[in-house]
């Protein structure tokens, strides 16, 4: 309901914007449209002309400009967007609250821990004159060591955009080992992509002699690949009709360098996303909720930072959901190592506590809540996400 309010008072803003764009352009064209007309009437003056004549075709332009009125009509529809953009505000202040100071709980961090993950962050994205003098400022002179791999990431990036794949080939050829241990084919895909690109631009026989001096040796493993490569030989001249067209795509440019920066990181030891913009994405994501039950706390004269475990539940999606999460059935709480998941003998799974209080603390069987079999405690397993 807030959200459909707030769209509501988003959409008056935008169509009066639209309106007043609109009545600005047309009172423009008005104003201009008696200019040029003045001028023109100026110019068609043949002979000698006197002071009078020019100043009866100004005082009728002026007239003109009188009648037309721009200023009044400006002020009009600027005066209502102007209302609307105030009510909007207002609207947005209504509903969202600007003060997070509530919403967010005084914990010690290490510092030297914090600036690592903010530099790398910044070397990650590529802005590494700011990453440097962070490092100069706070004195962490060890994260140096990250900045030469990134900055050789990005000069990979930097030469697939500019269609230029050596870097890349020769980062995969060096990384050759550990890409086939993890199962990527990366090098295959980049000498895919350098031999359909000297297909299109070279000829023929260019694209066959890089074939036999690179794909060659990968044959063994991928030679259905190949045989689709070497099908688009046939085809030269008239390869938006290749069978194999989805070879030519311009996404697997894009998908590639995601993939090769994928397999850097992961190397590197780091994640594909920055840690930092993962935690301000999801501080954002579940930040209303927060701000909604700090709210609903101090009414009731309750401290909520100082609950181990929050009364309502934060969906933050699947995209930062980074470890398997045990829900019990039964209690509705997370598993934790305190009170883990615990598999009944007919293969469902309870929470320890859980199963505590049916089996009356482990002196008796209990049933099932899910089905009709009997188990013990002793008969149950913990099990381990």
Excluded at 136 to 160: C, D, Q, T, Y
């Amino acid at each position: 309901m807030e959200l459909n309010t707030i769209r509501d008072a988003f959409d008056r803003v935008a169509k009066k914007q639209k309106l007043s764009t609109s009545k600005s352009l047309e009172v423009i064209d008005q104003v201009g449209q008696v200019i040029e007309q003045a001028l023109a009437n100026i110019q068609s003056i043949q002979g000698p002309t006197s002071p009078a004549d020019h100043k009866s075709i100004l005082m009728e332009l002026k007239t003109k400009l009188n009648a037309i009125s721009p200023n009044n009509q400006l002020e009009g529809s600027q005066k209502e967007l102007n209302t609307n953009l105030s009510k909007y505000q207002k609207t947005i202040e209504k509903y969202f609250n600007p003060d997070i100071s509530k919403a967010y709980r005084n914990v010690d961090y290490d510092p030297h821990i914090l600036n690592h993950i903010i530099v790398s962050h910044f070397y990650r994205v590529g802005l590494f004159d700011v990453a440097d003098c962070l490092i100069n400022e706070a004195g962490e002179p060890e994260v140096v060591s990250i900045k030469l791999r990134f900055r050789e990431l990005h000069r990979i990036l930097e030469a697939m955009r500019a269609r230029d794949l050596k870097p890349a080939l020769y980062w995969a050829s060096t990384n050759r080992e550990s890409l086939n241990h993890v199962g990527s084919n990366l090098e295959l895909k980049l000498h895919r992509l350098q031999f359909v690109e000297i297909l299109q631009s070279g000829t023929q026989g260019d694209a066959l002699n890089y074939a036999r001096t690179h794909l060659s040796p990968l044959a063994p493993l991928h030679m259905d690949e190949i045989q689709k490569l070497m099908g688009c030989l046939l085809w030269v001249g008239k390869l938006d009709k290749c069978p194999y067209s989805e070879l030519f795509s311009e996404n697997h440019w894009e998908k590639l360098a995601e993939e090769l920066t994928r397999q850097f990181c992961s190397f590197l030891g780091q994640s594909y996303k920055s840690p930092l913009s993962v935690a301000l994405a999801a501080g954002v994501e579940g930040l209303p909720t927060l701000i909604k039950l700090a709210n609903v706390m101090a009414v009731k004269k309750q401290e909520w930072q100082a609950m181990k475990q929050l009364p309502v539940p934060v969906d933050l999606g699947k995209e930062f959901q980074f470890h398997s999460i045990f829900v019990c059935p039964v209690s509705r709480e997370q598993g934790s190592e305190e009170n883990p998941p615990m598999q009944l003998p007919c293969g469902h799974v309870l929470c320890k506590q859980s199963i505590m209080k049916l089996s009356k603390s482990s002196t008796r069987t209990f049933k099932c809540p899910y089905c009709p079999h009997e188990a013990s405690v002793a008969q149950c397993k913990q099990l381990y996400f």
